[in-house]
Every structure is written in C-alpha cells, then in structure tokens.
C-alpha cells in the first residue's frame, strides 16, 4: 500500500478535485488502484501488497520557472510526490534526476521504491483544462506581491497607501487584493491584513517575476569599464543616489556575503541610462557580465535592506532561476534570513 498526504495544508475544492483526477489517470495508467482518504492530513492509498509513505506537494500549476522552488521544498529524509496538473518529459526527467516522486492528471508518473516498486510514466499530453486567467500573473499583480513580501506579513496599510507605493490605480489595487483573499493567501483583519499563506504568496510572485515582468523588462548585455569588478561598479552605482539597483548573483552577494558573483544585474530607469553609460563605462556586447532591465516601478529600492540593492525577494528568485547549486544555497540563506514566513 502507498500512502501520500499533503502537509500542513488545507485541501480546497480545486485540489481536491485535481486529487481525484489524478486518481482515476493514476489507474487507467498504472493498473494500480487508489483509495483517497481525507482525515487531517490527505492521503491515497495505493495497494501494491505493500505500506510506502511519501509526503504530497500539490502543485496545480508545475512550470519550469518554479521548479527550483520545487525541488528545494523536497529536500527531505522521507519520500515527496508532486501531485499537479501536468508534468512534461523535461521537467519529469528533472524531478526523476532528483529523486522526486509526481503524478498528474494526464497519467504521467514516477515512482521509484527500490526492491519494491518503480513506476515511470511519461509523454502523455497535458489534459484540457480551464486556463485561469488570474489577474494576480501580471505586471501589476507582481507589483502588489513583491509590496507585500517587503513589508508583511502583517499589512497595516490602506488601499490608498499600497496604491501609491506600487505605482498601482486605486481600483487595480483594490481588485488585487480582492484577489488574494479570494485565494486564500491573505486575511483581512478589520482595517489591516495579513499574508496567511506566504509560501504560496512567494511561488506565485516568482512565476510572474521570471516568466513575465523580468524578460519583458530586459534591456542588454553590457560591460562596464570595471570589467570583472563587480564590487566596485556595486560602489559606483551606490555613491549616485539614483534610484537604480544592483540584482542577480551580485545583489545575492551582497546580501548574504557567501556567493561569488560571476555577473550582475542593473535595474535602472530610462531617463538615468545616459548618465549610467557615461559613469560607470557601460558598452553594449554579448560577453558583457551586467545585464540591464528597466525599472517597473524605482520605489523599490528603498525596499531592500542594503542601500543600491534590488529588494530580497527580486534577489531570491534571480538567484533560484539560475538553477546553479551555490545560487540556490545563497537564495536558502536570503530567505531563512529575511523572508523565513515565507518558507
């Protein structure tokens, strides 16, 4: 028997009907049967003549942007499944890789008990879905989350306030937060709110953040006339007192004095760019190691703790999306250090 549950979660109707599409691919696939049971924790039972405990991960939405997230989240002494809508054959070979159990509601699968069972099920085409069309995976939604993760979990804020602050309308912000209560990731509390699901809140923040706002954003490749020294272009940019910020592996430097950056990112805003060229030497070329985006909203940097560095939660993601085991290690630090109400 194969026993999986979800922790520390509450399954909601969307999961719990994901669960049993899983369940009948999982069958019509593998010829195994699955019982759920729902008590504190959820479970499937799956008699294979005999007992394998493994902890589930729901993940609805399995996208290569927050797989880094994924994989980080797995690394523990007893088994962990993915249970999600669909895993494709690179992201199930990753999972594979790294010893990580999924399921999906196409029938792919991968299960491996030493001596005991091995189920390895992939290339079945993702299933028709309802393709949710959250305001939240925009621009502006990234601009409300990332306002959230520097300032809560506790917001003491009114619509007004966190409207000015993200560059956001008032009705936009409005909408937004609508939204997240409606999601389940935060509360309201009379006349402030809380951020009640702030590993969620995260996850959704970084496949925004990566997928969307970052490339849309991206500039260049430059080099600057520091070269290789990226400390000391860090000190340029800081001494200008421009609302300009230093991200990628340079700002996860920064931050938590144990990465060795190999190239940095340079958020700016357009009218700077000039007097940023002629400064800090900036030369357009492919084997330059700064890569430029334009600012989406310059109060930001006045949410970061160091002074000429993009905010902790920009720095976490940059770091995880280079899938680079030293950046995902500096990423755990940041995130133990500054955002561990998230984890």
């Not at 995902?328 to 984890?343: D, H, N, S, V």
């Given at each position: 028997m194969f026993m999986i549950h979800e922790h520390h979660e509450i399954v909601n109707k969307k999961n719990l009907e994901l669960i049993?599409?899983?369940?009948?691919?999982?069958?019509?696939?593998t010829g195994l049967k699955v019982e759920p049971v729902f008590n504190e924790k959820t479970y499937l039972?799956?008699?294979?003549?005999?007992?394998?405990r493994a902890l589930c991960c729901i993940k609805p939405q399995l996208r290569p942007s927050t797989l880094p997230l994924v994989i980080e989240g797995c690394g523990r002494d007893e088994p962990v499944i993915v249970?999600?809508?669909?895993?494709?054959?690179?992201i199930a070979e990753k999972l594979r890789k790294n010893k990580i159990w999924f399921a999906d509601a196409a029938g792919n699968v991968y299960i491996e008990v030493p001596g005991k069972l091995f189920v390895f099920v992939v290339g079945n085409p993702p299933p028709k879905i309802y393709e949710d069309k959250n305001t939240l995976k925009t621009e502006s939604g990234a601009k409300l989350m990332l306002y959230l993760l520097t300032h809560g979990p506790e917001i003491e804020a009114t619509y007004r306030k966190i409207a000015e602050k993200t560059g956001l309308s008032l009705g936009r912000t409005s909408h937004l937060v609508r939204a997240l209560l409606n999601n389940g990731i935060m509360r309201k509390n009379g006349k402030t709110y809380?951020?009640?699901?702030?590993?969620r809140l995260f996850e959704l923040w970084m496949e925004v953040y990566v997928e969307k706002l970052k490339p849309k954003r991206f500039e260049g490749v430059y080099l600057s006339k520091f070269r290789s020294n990226l400390t000391e272009l860090y000190e340029r940019v800081r001494k200008m007192n421009l609302p300009a910020g230093i991200g990628d592996e340079l700002g996860g430097e920064i931050l938590s004095l144990y990465l060795k950056a190999r190239y940095a990112g340079l958020w700016i805003r357009l009218e700077d760019k000039e007097l940023l060229q002629r400064e800090l030497g900036l030369m357009r070329t492919e084997k330059g190691n700064i890569r430029v985006y334009k600012h989406f909203n310059p109060n930001v940097i006045w949410w970061s703790p160091r002074k000429g560095v993009m905010p902790v939660p920009m720095i976490i993601a940059d770091l995880l999306e280079t899938g680079d085991v030293r950046c995902?290690?500096?990423?755990?630090?940041?995130?133990?250090?500054?955002?561990?109400?998230?984890?």
């Open positions: 049993h599409k899983v369940k009948e691919s999982f069958e019509a696939y039972k799956i008699k294979n003549g005999g007992t394998v249970i999600t809508q669909f895993v494709s054959r690179p809380s951020v009640i699901d702030g590993k995902r290690e500096t990423a755990r630090i940041l995130q133990e250090k500054y955002l561990k109400w998230t984890m």
